[in-house]
């Protein structure tokens, strides 16, 4: 056996060994980026949300807002929380502020990470500002 061929063999082994961490590598670099990109569209989408609850105090058209700004999510009202209600301030209360908190569950493609995680976005404004 010539030395090429030996050393051919041994390069082969090498890369079988390496191959696995290569191939963890690139799957956690995919699914932190898939991440980075829900968790980005989820607090956009949640301050248009409270951007439409602070000036038109409708949190019906808030929810419509956060639907319409990700909807690629397919996002449900029991995952946006309007807080309060209504913006409308009382001399108790005259700097009121809306919040809108959008959850999303994030199913990992490899299942290499855990079953799921739960990313939030949130917006908050001052209301009639």
């Known amino acids: 056996m010539s030395r090429n061929q030996r050393d051919r063999g041994a390069a082969a082994v090498e890369f079988a060994l390496v191959l696995p961490l290569l191939l963890l590598l690139v799957a956690g670099i995919a699914e932190f980026g898939r991440a980075y990109h829900l968790q980005t569209t989820l607090s956009g989408a949640a301050r248009e949300g409270v951007r439409v609850m602070a000036l038109h ?3 019906d058209a808030a929810r419509a807002t956060v639907k319409a700004s ?5 996002l449900t009202n029991s995952q946006i929380r ?16 809306a919040t809108v908190t959008v959850t999303y569950p994030m199913d990992f493609i490899t299942d290499l990470f855990g079953a799921d995680l739960t990313l939030t976005g949130k917006g908050t404004m ?4």
Do not use: K, Q
Not at 82 to 95: G, I, R, Y
Not at 126 to 129: D, F, L, N, Q
């Open 57 to 59: 105090n409708d949190d």
């Open 70 to 74: 990700a909807p690629s999510l397919g």
């Open 82 to 97: 309007v807080t309060p209600t209504t913006c409308m301030t009382s001399t108790a209360t005259p700097t009121a502020t």
């Open 126 to 129: 001052r209301c009639h500002g």
